[in-house]
């Protein structure tokens, strides 16, 4: 990953926060808590899905650069959701947690240098390792499509 390229995901990463906390203010709680089908995620589930990885990109980045050998641990984002009390959250509250973490991990990503972006850790799911850029390219990525989804539920829950 380039300089240019680096600092391009980074900037994305940095506005997805702000893009999001705008799409969901003000929304009513029965728009928060529509489900276009069973077993599909509402709004409110959604934002704690992005609080929640918000906090696994954190810890992924920081075993990669800090542990020697770094095992990732898999999660199956369903049961995070059906078992993490996500339709019981705050909506206001996982935006500002979203926020604050994201804030603190592109802090940390700003002080890296060129060869830390090449450290990694061992994937089981993937079964090959995964570099703290292709990490930082996921955040940059991972948002949008959540921002076009709620889009879509804000649309079909009118």
């Not at 029965?30 to 992005?50: D, N, S």
């Not at 770094?70 to 019981?88: C, F, H, K, S």
Request: contains cysteine; aromatic residues 6%; charged residues 25%.
């Amino acid at each position: 990953m380039t300089e240019a390229e680096f600092k391009s995901h980074l900037d994305l990463a940095e506005k997805s926060p702000k893009q999001i906390a705008a799409a969901v203010s003000g929304l009513p709680d029965k728009t928060l808590r529509y489900k276009p089908a069973p077993g599909k995620w509402c709004i409110l589930e959604i934002l704690a899905h992005l609080a929640d990885i918000e906090i696994l990109y954190a810890y992924r980045m920081r075993q990669m650069l800090a542990d020697e050998k770094p095992v990732i641990a898999p999660i199956d984002q369903d049961a995070w959701a059906r078992n993490l009390g996500y339709m019981e959250s705050s909506p206001m509250e996982l935006v500002a947690l979203y926020g604050l973490n994201r804030h603190a991990n592109l802090q940390l990503l700003r002080r890296l240098k060129a060869a830390d972006l090449e450290k990694s850790a061992y994937h089981p799911e993937k079964k090959n390792q995964v570099t703290v850029a292709e990490i930082v390219q996921m955040m940059s990525k991972h948002d949008p499509n959540h921002l076009e989804q709620i889009e879509k539920l804000k649309q079909q829950a009118r």
